[in-house]
């Protein structure tokens, strides 16, 4: 955003909406700690309906406001880790993963102190139980990219059977040759819920 002219304290951006989208939602932030994102909520604009919004049929429609919804709970979610985390290199959603669930996981490249800050690629390498199960490689995407933080992220799927889970950053370059961001060489470790099955009316069910 960039001030405007002859308005203190008033900041600007032009936003480019393409005519399928029905919402925007969206939050303020300094590129650091501070947010105004209404209570954690985040803000809405919705879109006039012009000729091409109004020839969407309904299951299209439906689809979008249900992406635009999905989105904006996740990137309220984040953004809560985010604030929660500060200076954390990554974060996983939930934050204690569960077994037999997918989950995602958040790492803020600019603060790899390994050298991905400037890798134009980074994955998420993953096992489970020491690697000895469920092993993944995710190739991230940028989710948020503001004034010295650069958050990617991607979905990854957790084994029934995981008690823990084994991880490290890379720029997808094999070998020596690549770039590896893995607790110098001893790799992270995440939590996972326990489950426990409890005897109940016609069975038994987990808690």
């Known amino acids: 955003m960039t001030a405007c ?3 203190e304290g008033v900041f600007t951006l032009t936003l480019n909406v393409p005519p399928e989208y029905l919402e925007v939602n969206y939050a ?3 590129g650091k700690d501070k947010w105004e994102s209404n209570n954690g909520a985040n803000y809405l604009l919705r879109m006039k309906q012009g000729a091409a919004s109004l020839a969407l049929d309904i299951e299209k ?3 979008v406001i249900e992406e635009a919804n999905r989105l904006a709970m996740d990137n309220g979610y984040a953004q809560e880790m985010a604030r929660k985390n500060p200076g954390a290199l990554f974060f996983t ?3 204690k993963l569960v077994p037999g669930a997918k989950a995602k996981v958040y790492m803020d490249k600019m603060r790899s102190l390994a050298g991905l800050a400037e890798s134009p690629v980074v994955n998420f390498v993953c096992g489970f139980n020491e690697w000895a199960i469920g092993n993944q490689t995710v190739p991230l995407k940028c989710n948020w990219n503001l004034d010295g933080i650069d958050w990617w992220t991607g979905e990854f799927e957790v084994p029934e059977t995981a008690v823990e889970m084994n991880f490290s950053f890379s720029d997808g370059v094999e070998g020596a040759d690549g770039i590896w961001d893995n607790n110098d060489d001893n790799d992270f470790n995440a939590q996972i819920k ?3 099955m409890i005897p109940c009316v016609g069975g038994w069910k987990s808690e």
């Open 93 to 95: 959603c939930p934050e």
């Open 61 to 63: 429609e439906k689809d």
């Open 28 to 30: 303020v932030t300094d």
């Open 194 to 196: 326990k489950v426990y």
């Open 5 to 7: 002219p002859g308005c």
